[in-house]
Structures are given as structure tokens and as C-alpha cells.
């Protein structure tokens, strides 16, 4: 039986704990504090199915209780315990070349800069899949001694941990028998039916936990690119734009930006002019 958000202060009947609406609010708040995520009225189920395994971890018997330790906790332990609150609250879709068109226009691009330098940032890696994309691309169109750096980034750090790790299913989703053949190797023994990333490919990806809300952005040299893709719908208009402008920041003139296919940024053109689908000019 479907419960309205009226009915969820009551519906502790068949959960663990008590979740009621004013613990969501706090969750909600507390998360677009931390990382700029907006949770609308229908994340109340995935909100509590996530953070339920907080409390039994942590050893919490309310939602109430551990809401209040987080907010007070302190040093080294309240540092991970962010981390972790924010891990939980997160969403990871993604796929190796999940919206093919643009890796075809980062080839061209590519191809026409060629021996110049290139520096690409992945500002949601994810668990890999994605960096990992430009790097082949970058690999079939230069070399595998490509001229290009690619930093990537998330704000989860268990993600973060696979990605670095370059080990996947043999039969994930998005790579062809030659990608396969080319670029990863393949497990034997207890490792059958896993793949991973060859180390010289690998050696072209950096990874590191990054937070798009933080206010001092080192990234070093600015970047020709920047895959910021399906990150965007998870912010609110003055996020999203406060994002944008920082983003802004660390690009080069006329460095280009991929972002999703159900993100637009027209209203931001001062800053940056749509190129193609999904694809923007820096200004």
C-alpha cells in the first residue's frame, strides 16, 4: 500500500526505526549543507533505506539520536562520519561510454590538438567507468602515451575506492571485444569473470575525493575539458550556478564542458555557449 509523506510519521509499524518528517527535513538540510543535494518529497523511502544501515552501524536506536551525534561529533571521527553520511545520501549510475556522442566528439577534439597537452577533469567519477572512457578514447585516438592528464573526482569515497582499483565484471556494460582485448586484462582462477583496467592506461587517471561545494578549489593547472555529466540535477538553480561559475574558474578559455542529457545551461551564458548536444564552450 503506497504511504503518503503525511503518513510517514505513523508508518514505523514495519520498520526498524522511527522516521518521521521532521527527521527528513533534518536529513535533507544537513545534506544540502554538506554537498549541495537537493532531496525532494519523494527521496523519503531511499533516505531511510540508506541511512537505517548508519544507525545499526553506529549503534543508534533513532534516527533523532544519531542526527544529533552527527551534528556534534567532532575530530577524526566526526570527519568520517560526514564522509560516510554523505557516502550514503549519493548516487552512482553510471556505465562505460554512457552517452556515446560525446566520447565521439572528444575524439575529434582530441585528434585535432594532438601532440598540444590536455588536461580533462572528471568531476564524478564514480566507480571508474567514465575516467576510464577517456582514457581509452584518449589511447585509441594518440596512443597509450597520449599527452593527456585526467583528473578524477567524487565525493563519495567508496567509489571512489573501486575506480582506483580498475577491476570490473567481464561483462559490464558499454566495452566491445577489442576495447576488452586492448585495454584490460583478464582474471584467472579465483579472478575469473573479473576484468581490470592494464596499468598503462591506468597511469593516465588521477583519482581524489573532491566536494564540488567546497570554496577553495586546488586543481592545479587549469583544465582544456570537463566532464561534469548528470551532476547538475541534483543541485537547485543557485547551486547549480554558483557550480558553474567555479567551474568557470578552473577551465581554460574556450575549454569545453560535457555535461547530461537532461541539463541545460542557456540561461548561463556568460559564461558558457552551447557547442552541441550537451556540449559548451567556456566563454
Not at 521532521?22 to 554537498?35: M, N, P, Q, S, W
Not at 556515446?100 to 580533462?120: N, Y
Not at 543541485?235 to 575549454?255: N, S
Request: glycine share 6%.
Amino acid at each position: 500500500m503506497a504511504i503518503s509523506m503525511s503518513d510517514t510519521t505513523s508508518q514505523t509499524v514495519d520498520r526498524e526505526f522511527n522516521f518521521s518528517d521532521r527527521d527528513f527535513e533534518r536529513v535533507r538540510k544537513l545534506i544540502y549543507g554538506r554537498a549541495g543535494i537537493s532531496l525532494n518529497d519523494g527521496k523519503h523511502a531511499m533516505v531511510y533505506s540508506r541511512l537505517s544501515r548508519r544507525l545499526r552501524e553506529t549503534g543508534h536506536q533513532s534516527f533523532d539520536a544519531y542526527l544529533q551525534w552527527l551534528e556534534n561529533v567532532t575530530g577524526p571521527q566526526g570527519d568520517q562520519e560526514w564522509q560516510e553520511f554523505t557516502n550514503c545520501l549519493t548516487t552512482n549510475l553510471t556505465s562505460f561510454f554512457r552517452e556515446e556522442h560525446h566520447f565521439h566528439t572528444l575524439a575529434e577534439h582530441l585528434k585535432k590538438r594532438g601532440a598540444q597537452p590536455t588536461r580533462i577533469w572528471c568531476c564524478a567519477s564514480s566507480t571508474g567507468e567514465e575516467p576510464y572512457s577517456l582514457a581509452i578514447t584518449a589511447a585509441e585516438n594518440l596512443g597509450l602515451h597520449a599527452p593527456v592528464k585526467i583528473i578524477a573526482s567524487d565525493i563519495d569515497t567508496n567509489v571512489l575506492a573501486t575506480a582506483s582499483r580498475g577491476v570490473y565484471d567481464a561483462n559490464t556494460r558499454g566495452l566491445d571485444a577489442q576495447r576488452l582485448r586492448t585495454f584490460f586484462l583478464r582474471g584467472k582462477g579465483n579472478n575469473s569473470g573479473s576484468i581490470r583496467v592494464k596499468p598503462e592506461l591506468a597511469r593516465m587517471v588521477e583519482f581524489r575525493p573532491f566536494n564540488l561545494m567546497q570554496t577553495q578549489w586546488q586543481l592545479g593547472e587549469p583544465f582544456d575539458i570537463v566532464f561534469c555529466r548528470n551532476v547538475m540535477i541534483y543541485f537547485d538553480a543557485p547551486t547549480q550556478r554558483k557550480v558553474l561559475e567555479r567551474i568557470h574558474k578552473v577551465m581554460k578559455p574556450q575549454g569545453m564542458l560535457f555535461v547530461g542529457h537532461s541539463e541545460n545551461f542557456t540561461e548561463s551564458r556568460d559564461l558558457f555557449q552551447l557547442r552541441g548536444k550537451t556540449v559548451y564552450d567556456r566563454v
